[in-house]
């Protein structure tokens, strides 16, 4: 069994079908036999998540900064919540605890997370890759921004093994489902 980290919005407001795609995306996880790690919020995307793996009996763990814990409504049915001090303390302990990421749609939050270890994968400190689940389009302008980069020299070759972007949850599934060993009997 391995774990899977997920980036993603904690923002309430966000469409249905967006809800719906991190439902499927925390129950497929689960379905999977791997556990989620995600930022610990019952809100948003990061919720969806959380209550899909949940439903399809799978295991949870939350990293949230306290000082986030009361704006993001911390989740209290899952099975493990960290609260940490700093953000950057949430990044280092879901990075220790995951064996690849996954980024649904998220903002700035999400993409200083989803940034960091593709940045980390670069400098050396992580081979962990980071898919991004491009729902509705939604990293299109990401792509067109790291390929924009490439053509200009600024991002060295091998560094393109840290991400790939996806067009929807089930090839991310099927990307986490080839990335791990099978089990042993």
Not at 77 to 82: G, M, R, S, Y
Not at 155 to 167: F, K, M, N, Q, T
Request: proline share 3%.
């Amino acid at each position: 069994m391995g774990a899977v980290c997920v980036f993603a919005s904690a923002n309430d407001t966000l469409a249905a079908s967006l809800k719906q795609a991190a439902e499927e995306a925390g129950a497929g996880i689960a379905r999977l036999g791997h556990s989620v790690v995600y930022g610990g919020s019952s809100r948003g995307l990061m919720g969806a998540v959380a209550r899909g793996a949940v439903s399809a009996g799978g295991r949870v763990v939350g990293v949230m900064p306290r000082h986030l814990a009361g704006r993001e409504r911390a989740a209290i049915d899952i099975a493990e919540i960290h609260l940490v001090d700093t953000l950057a303390q949430r990044k280092q302990l879901m990075a220790d605890l995951a064996d690849i990421f996954l980024v649904l749609p998220g903002g700035v939050g999400t993409l200083d997370e989803a940034l960091e270890m593709i940045t980390w994968y670069d400098v050396g400190l992580s081979r962990k890759p980071v898919l991004f689940v491009d729902v509705e389009g939604f990293w299109r302008d990401f792509a067109q921004m790291m390929a924009g980069l490439k053509a200009r020299g600024v991002l060295r070759a091998d560094i393109e093994g840290a991400w790939s972007v996806l067009p929807d949850v089930p090839s991310a599934l099927a990307v986490i489902a080839s990335s791990f060993a099978p089990r042993a009997a």
